[in-house]
């Protein structure tokens, strides 16, 4: 069974939201930070947020204020709720697995990945 499964990815208009899930398995959320990093075609994958495990968030600037992160200890899974999406969000959303926020944008931080959602937002 695999670690780390996104799901909620789809299709969505400029201005709709999206919400996607990130469940775990086999550790305890309130020991760990997940991070969610997303990756467009033919670019680099960049660091979208990061929960620790006190449940302290960090996003990128240029999602401040529209993407929001939480989580479900009881499902042990995180959200990422993404309002107000713009075409330049499109991408393939991964989540990641590392033991606090600390230098959360850096990839090599990570010891897990999941395989990605698929987010696309167009008029």
């Known amino acids: 069974q695999l670690p780390l499964v996104e799901s909620g990815g789809g299709a969505v208009q400029p201005g709709g939201s999206l919400r996607l899930s990130c469940a775990t398995v086999?550790?305890?959320?309130?020991?760990?930070?997940i991070g969610w990093f997303r990756q467009a075609p033919g670019k680099e994958r960049e660091g979208v947020s990061c929960?620790?495990?006190?449940?302290?968030?960090f996003y990128a600037d240029s999602v401040k204020g529209r993407f929001t992160m939480s989580r479900d200890m009881t499902k042990s899974t995180v959200f990422l709720q993404m309002d107000s999406l713009k075409t330049e969000d499109s991408g393939v959303y991964y989540c990641?697995?590392?033991?606090?926020?600390?230098?959360?944008?850096?990839?090599?931080?990570?010891?897990?990945w999941g395989q990605g959602t698929l987010v696309n937002v167009s008029a």
């Open positions: 990641a697995l590392e033991d606090d926020c600390d230098t959360w944008l850096s990839r090599n931080s990570y010891q897990d």
């Open positions: 086999g550790f305890r959320l309130e020991y760990y930070a």
């Open positions: 929960i620790s495990g006190n449940r302290r968030a």
